[in-house]
């Protein structure tokens, strides 16, 4: 790989970041709060303690819940106690597949992060633990792309106060 290029931060209309060297847009990133009553638990006869204000973050924004669900659209993650994520573009279907089977090898949790088609490519999300040395949790956005001469890394790393961060050991 090639030296990694950052780029200022681009909001695009409608969906997500853009990735000016691929020209595409990373599908937007949704936080949801969902709230189950008991009242909801037993109309459904679901086992399990009511939720209080479960947080998630997702890019499918047809995910569905039961309960109620407080959905926003946002760059980075609002929550401090929340893992940092990772989204990133996939050349391939087949590469994005490739990727979470070889997280899942490695990982100590579950990955059933689904993998995401849009019109600008295919995309995954998943959770990393956030460093100590961090300023908080952040999204990193990224994506590889080729020039004439290799091939490179696009990263962008959104703050846990939604601003681009541009110097950071990951």
Excluded at 131 to 160: C, H, M
């Amino acid at each position: 790989m090639g030296e990694v290029i950052r780029f200022p931060l681009q909001h695009a209309r409608e969906r997500g970041l853009m990735c000016p060297p691929l020209k595409i847009h990373f599908p937007a990133l949704y936080r949801t709060v969902q709230t189950v009553t008991q009242a909801d638990l037993d109309a459904l006869k679901a086992p399990g303690p009511p939720l209080n204000g479960f947080v998630d973050y997702a890019i499918n924004p047809n995910l569905s819940y039961f309960g109620h669900v407080e959905r926003q659209r946002t760059t980075h993650v609002i929550d401090p106690r929340f893992d940092s994520l990772v989204l990133r573009h996939h050349a391939q279907s087949e590469l994005a597949i490739a990727y979470l089977t070889a997280l899942s090898d490695v990982a100590t949790e579950e990955i059933d992060n689904p993998v995401i088609g849009t019109d600008s490519g295919t995309f995954t999300l998943v959770r990393r633990p956030t460093r100590k040395t961090w300023p908080g949790p952040l999204v990193i956005y990224k994506a590889e792309f080729k020039t004439a001469e290799d091939e490179r890394d696009w990263t962008l790393i959104i703050g846990p106060d939604g601003q681009e961060i541009c110097e950071l050991d990951l």
